[in-house]
């Protein structure tokens, strides 16, 4: 089945400053690669996702690029806030659809410090 | 936007009881609901895929006896931790995606907190 490495397990960064957080897949069937980010005794919230057929997308702040020969991908948050403070998941999936389950990352700590 | 509803919020139970956790879908119908589990400071473990109308399909390692789950109709999927013992504690949530979307996210409940005592 699908494996989901991502690193670094925690990252702490100055207000302002880039955070980089990557993953890598086993599965080179997923094509569906969502983010989450999930504040302390919350639900996870989608952030922004990534279909197979496009390299890069963007929202804002956030951006997501995924290199499917190399099987990873990576978010990128710019001007990081303190609000970004949170463990984001990434996942991988075989399909958009319902019935596909995600695999997740084991998470990366975020800590934007004022 | 689609709503996952997940009740309840945190259950404390005796051992040896069972606890019910109930997810529903509020926004859509759901076809196939994911129960995980997550302990503190962890990633999210995918336990089992529930399918309306059908049995589950369990992730290695899950005890179906131990982990009942059951889909009764497309907007409610239920999971019943059964005797429960102190190392079942943990952080249980569930997930639905919109049948209705081709590229769909994945909606959480709000999550139960299990304490066994």
């Known amino acids: 089945g699908e494996n989901v490495e991502q690193h670094p397990s925690t990252l702490s960064v100055q207000e302002g400053d880039s955070a980089v957080i990557k993953c890598t897949y086993s599965?080179?069937?997923?094509?569906?690669f969502p983010w989450y980010k999930q504040e302390l005794g919350k639900r996870p919230q989608l952030i922004i996702d990534?279909?197979?057929?496009?390299g890069e997308k963007k929202d804002q702040r956030i951006a997501v690029t995924l290199n499917k020969t190399a099987k990873h991908f990576s978010l990128h948050i710019t001007e990081t806030q303190p609000e970004d403070s949170a463990v984001y998941f990434c996942?991988?999936?075989?399909?958009?659809?319902?019935?596909?389950?995600?695999?997740f990352g084991k998470g990366t700590l975020l800590t934007v410090n004022p | 936007g689609a709503v996952v509803s997940q009740h309840p919020s945190w259950v404390i139970c005796k051992s040896g009881t069972s606890v019910k956790i109930e997810c529903r879908s509020l926004d859509f119908q759901a076809t196939t609901m994911f129960w995980y589990r997550q302990f503190p400071k962890q990633s999210l473990m995918l336990m089992a895929t529930s399918n309306e109308g059908s049995k589950a399909t369990y992730e290695q390692g899950v005890e179906k006896d131990k982990f009942l789950i059951n889909h009764a109709s497309l907007t409610l999927s239920t999971l019943t931790v059964t005797s429960a013992h102190p190392e079942d504690s943990s952080f249980y949530i569930c997930?639905?995606?919109?049948?209705?979307?081709?590229?769909?996210?994945?909606?959480f409940g709000q999550g139960t907190r299990l304490t066994v005592v």
């Open positions: 997930s639905a995606r919109d049948p209705g979307q081709i590229y769909t996210e994945a909606f």
């Open positions: 996942a991988a999936s075989l399909s958009g659809g319902s019935n596909y389950k995600l695999t």
């Open positions: 599965d080179s069937a997923s094509n569906y």
């Open positions: 990534i279909r197979s057929n496009v």
